[in-house]
């Protein structure tokens, strides 16, 4: 019994280890999101979340590198401050976007900010960037970086009005709830159109529980209600949450789900060593691990649970200060 108790804890601090991991911080989470290729190439989960942090991140700073002694960057900047819209040719691509140039500009379109192909499934990066090369794109400067000889173009933010970025950023503050719509949907979180500013919700600020992906919780072209997170106008960055919107269930769950309370719950994954699942009243995620989980032995959890079935489960155990809970399916 204090073995399977000892396995059971270390399951429990695995998993959760491996959510804290790919929680990064927001501004990492910025970046990966602005970069990202949408690297649905890797094989594995861990690969999409590494791969544009070094490789698209490298591909973009070789191109911006060799344009850095040429590029005119009192243009380059004038064009941001003042939200402006340009045509530029594209001349090339890499595994992180479309490369551009024109008029004694260079710079660079991630995948994630181009219109026809936001929330596209099964792409097929030189398949659906080779159409580009010889076109005009219509782009807006979000991003400029002298010193790291950086110039990051948007096609989705040029569709608002020029001069529109700077009006929202004034009327815009930490704390402010705002409407917007989903405009793109990545491994690393979400993009939403506030009015002619995208904004990103985080992977680690849509949910107090456990997230997956983000396309669990919101769909492209949805409708979204969000927090203000952070601001930085010079950057164009917007941080944003939808879980700021809600309660912190774990402030007071010792009162709501203390050890020993039977709750409704939905299962989220399953696993070999046990099943998830969120507790549906609060959100929240737990572990019942397989020895909480009255089965015949030799039977394989999937054989009869599955994501989405529906089950009572008992708080076994109760870590609130790290987010922990511990259920069990054995009610009686």
């Known amino acids: 019994m204090q073995g399977a108790a000892i396995y059971k804890e270390n399951a429990m601090t695995d998993a959760k280890v491996k959510y804290e991991k790919a929680a990064s911080p927001i501004d990492e989470g910025w970046w990966e999101s602005v970069l990202a290729e949408e ?16 490789e698209v991140r490298q591909e973009a700073g070789k191109e911006s590198t ?8 009192g243009q380059i900047k004038e064009l941001y401050m003042n939200d402006r819209i340009i045509d530029l040719m594209v001349t090339g691509h890499n ?15 991630p995948f994630s900010h181009l219109v026809e192909l936001a929330g596209k499934e099964n792409l097929d990066r030189n398949h659906d960037l080779e159409p580009y090369i010889g076109r005009s794109l219509r782009l807006k400067v979000i991003e400029c970086v002298p010193e790291d000889g950086r110039v990051v173009f948007s096609e989705r933010a040029a569709q608002s009005e020029p001069g529109k970025r700077a009006e929202l950023f004034h009327s815009l503050h930490a704390g402010q709830n705002v409407c917007g719509t989903v405009t793109n949907v990545t491994d690393f979180g979400v993009f939403v159109d506030l009015g002619g500013v995208e904004g990103l919700v985080h992977i680690s600020e849509l949910s107090w529980g456990r ?33 700021r919107l809600m309660p912190n269930p774990w402030t007071n769950a010792a009162n709501e789900f203390p050890i020993g309370s039977v709750h409704a719950a939905t299962i989220t994954s399953v696993l070999s060593y046990g099943v998830f699942a969120r507790l549906d009243q609060f959100g929240v995620e737990g572990l019942v691990h397989a020895s909480e989980i009255p089965h015949e032995e030799g039977t394989l959890l999937k054989d009869f649970l599955s994501e989405g079935q529906s089950i ?5 155990h109760l870590d609130p200060s790290h ?3 511990g259920f069990s399916m054995r009610i009686g």
């Open 312 to 316: 009572q489960a008992r708080v076994l």
């Open 39 to 54: 690297n649905r190439y890797s094989t594995t989960t861990t690969q999409r979340m590494a791969a544009p942090r070094t």
């Open 95 to 109: 595994r992180g976007g479309l490369l551009v140039e024109g008029d004694g500009l260079f710079g660079f379109v």
């Open 211 to 243: 997230v997956t992906h983000p396309s669990q919780f919101v769909k492209l072209g949805g409708t979204i209600n969000v927090q203000v997170l952070d601001l930085a106008p010079e950057r164009c960055r917007v941080a944003l949450s939808m879980k």
């Open 66 to 73: 060799t344009a850095q002694q040429t590029v005119n960057w």
């Open 323 to 325: 987010h922990r809970l």
